[in-house]
């Protein structure tokens, strides 16, 4: 039996056991959201010894190569030592600069960091509170406008991160872990193409800052966003969408609560095969508006989709 090594420990784990499973029942305690390669909260690194990876192309070569890996996705077959993400080590210093709700479930969290963090609409962070809590959350920000990093949490159903979300002040230290690039992002080479961006719920993080930068960078086609929410009260950014809209006559956005969503899936009709759907959300919703894009004629391969998985 191979024998892991953590936290000034060692034990015997039978060959084959998942790494943060291994990691967690002997008291590790490390974080994790979805097991499944995409939120990066599980990251360890291995500094002697190697596991099986299952997905070696979750991480860049440099983060690979000084030995970082995601336990959820790592299989233990040798001997191997791992040392722990330690955010006051590993991570990014940063302060709440504001904290405010959009909605009745949507909590707007705004944060300096001590340093400037390069990055690009569409992108997401790991945010570890203080207590050591880890979730990964998409940027809403706009990088060189928003002097801000802003996130949009769900905070409608209870949960760890969410619950000492609502307790942040003003002046209260945060720290900041990978910073993650999805499907979503914006191509200056679709300025002409019609640009389709749907969203369910804070799905519509990302695409706020998407839709300014494709703004920002004067797209010339149409540009679509349709937004759903639960009730009307959870579209938390109808009014700035409004505001943008009127002064840009070839943005189009429609607001849609649940009821209303099935005869609006019906009527999607492209004016273009040559449209670009970026598509955010849970899982069911991003699944019935990419088969619906696909049933008008959309190909696969035009639509780039982010999805927020559950907490496993």
């Not at 307790?167 to 690039?181: F, S, Y």
């Not at 998407?210 to 109808?238: S, T, W």
């Amino acid at each position: 039996m191979p024998e892991l090594r953590a936290g000034g420990r060692s034990w015997a784990v039978a060959s084959g056991s998942n790494l943060l499973d291994s990691l967690n029942s002997a008291g590790c305690a490390v974080p994790y959201s979805c097991r499944a390669g995409s939120c990066h909260a599980c990251l360890v690194r291995c500094s002697a010894g190697a596991p099986l990876d299952a997905k070696p192309e979750a991480l860049d070569a440099a983060r690979r190569a000084d030995g970082w890996r995601l336990a959820c996705q790592c299989q233990v077959v040798d001997d191997l030592t791992v040392e722990l993400f330690d955010p006051l080590r590993d991570g990014l210093p940063a302060r709440v600069e504001a904290c405010d709700w959009l909605s009745p479930t949507v909590l707007r969290l705004r944060l300096h960091a001590d340093r400037p963090l390069r990055y690009r609409a569409g992108q997401h962070l790991v945010l570890w509170s203080a207590s050591g809590v880890a979730r990964p959350y998409s940027l809403a920000s706009l990088p060189g406008e928003d002097p801000w990093l802003e996130f949009h949490l769900d905070c409608r159903l209870p949960g760890t991160f969410c619950d000492a979300a609502r307790q942040l002040q003003v002046g209260d230290a945060l720290r900041l872990g990978e910073l993650r690039g999805g499907a979503l992002h914006y191509d200056p080479d679709w300025q002409q193409r019609p640009l389709w961006l749907l969203a369910a719920g804070t799905g519509l993080a990302p695409l706020w800052g998407l839709l300014r930068e494709a703004l920002r960078q004067e797209h010339q086609g149409p540009i679509r966003l349709l937004h759903l929410a639960r009730e009307p009260a959870e579209h938390y950014l109808a009014e700035p969408l409004q505001t943008l809209a009127a002064r840009h006559p070839n943005l189009h956005v429609e607001l849609l609560h649940g009821a209303e969503l099935p005869a609006a899936m019906a009527d999607l009709r492209l004016v273009s095969r040559q449209t670009i759907a970026l598509l955010c959300g849970h899982p069911g919703s991003v699944e019935s508006f990419a088969r619906r894009l696909y049933l008008a004629g959309l190909p696969r391969n035009q639509q780039l989709a982010d999805v927020f998985l559950p907490h496993a």
